[in-house]
């Protein structure tokens, strides 16, 4: 990150009341609720209670990091319009979610799920496909952890002016994560949450008020000069760009929709409604978001004409730079924006960790190593596999790669394979294990060794499309051709029904 006009001691001053408000929020979430640190469910989900604001935001802060601000501007200032993509695909893993999350949500709640693996091995019964889901799930959720905390690093040193080196906000932020998380689970992550998202909402309208302020006219007028100045930014795209836009609208779309923690805000849902509520919230959250920040970029072409690829890497920087410099509120609201953006990247490192350790506790040790563990000391277990985990992470990270945007990519490859055992699985009964599982093996296989290979794309489709379209050949081709068994304790005649999930909950019925 570039030198900020604001950075040094006011930056530190913020990034420590941000961390101290962290830690009392963990310790109040924790404090009254004991289950909260005794149970899977108290523990991992917020004892499945979340209410409609703190489920709004953990969503929200899930699904958008502090990094895709940062980074989000630069990439409409180098695309222009075509760029816009990034409101679509972030609409598209909303529309994926209305296609399942639901129908989950009622499972869930009835078969007690904490973890992902949950659905895929109470849906196929198969041993082999829910340990190859878990696989997958642990290596896209460690690139996630690993491309968060070197965010998390850069960013903090940007903002102290490398008063605090990169390394040190590292160590810094993870002990405040890994503490607030320990005494308060999910709970603690959910409400820490709703601090960061409105940070980083009020934080970029200002940065776009700031900017119109700055070129002195509106969204019109910065369509004019780009007109006039590079029109190739605002014309139609050709035929591979167009492709790689659809392409990247499914792919993103149904990617980041298996992520493991947001499947596990699922389940937290405190009822079907308020998951419904949430998610018709979130459907316009692309648009003040990276809707918002892809209008900053397009500004700052007009704002600052003629930045090298590297140098537009600091867009955001620059034009907060600027818009700090108007008067004393935007100064003040640069400094907290800034603050809100690495709180934004702890809130998506915390719930990518809360998921990782849940599925380590659970789907492994639980599963594998020690079933009669009692609950309390399965959740023992993850809280310290989430430390190993994190501390592994550390050591790549202290050097971190500089390739992060392949890591990036690769995690989507890979985890997009879960969709069709996940939604497929939801509607049709035929759906087999062994088909799912060979399409999930060979589309991951496939797609990432055309991503190391360097071949990340043929025709603007990304391999991990390609991977995905094989898989779903694969699971479907194959639950044809192989003869149809219900398994002896199957139950999908229960929950693939539309009649069966019309059926509320048990708890909601309850309540």
Known sequence: MMELAFAGASGIAVLITYAVLMLVIGYFAGRYRPGARKTMKGYYLAGGGLGFVALFFTLYATQYSGNAVVGYAPAAYRAGFSWWQSVPFMIGIIAVYLLFAPRLYVIAKREGFVTPTDWIRHRFRSSATAILATLLMLWGLGNYLLEQLVAMGHAVSGLTGDTVPYQIG???????MLAYSWVGGMRAVALTDVMQGIALLVGICTLLFGAFYLVGGDLGSVTEHLRQTQPEKIGVPNLDVSINWLSMIVMIGFG????????????????ERTLKRSLAGMAWMPFVTTGVVFVIGIIGIQLMPGLSEAESEQLVGRIANQVAGINLFFYVIMILFFGGVVAAIVSTADSALLSFSSMISKDIYTRHVNPNAPERKQVLVGKVAGIVGIGLLLVIAWNPPSTLYE???????????????FILGMYWRRLSAWPVFTGMLVGALLAGGLTLAGAEDWHGIPGGLIGLGLNIVISVVGSFVLPHREVE?????????AEALDT?????VQR
């Open 407 to 421: 890591i990036f990519v690769l995690k989507f490859e890979l985890i997009v394979q879960l969709a069709p055992g």
């Open 489 to 497: 304790d199957s139950d999908t005649r229960k929950y693939v029904t």
């Open 256 to 271: 980041a929709a298996m992520y493991p923690q947001a499947i596990q805000r699922i389940y937290a849902a405190k009822s």
């Open 170 to 176: 590292v160590v810094g932020f993870v002990v405040v």
């Open 504 to 508: 509320p909950p048990l708890e909601e």
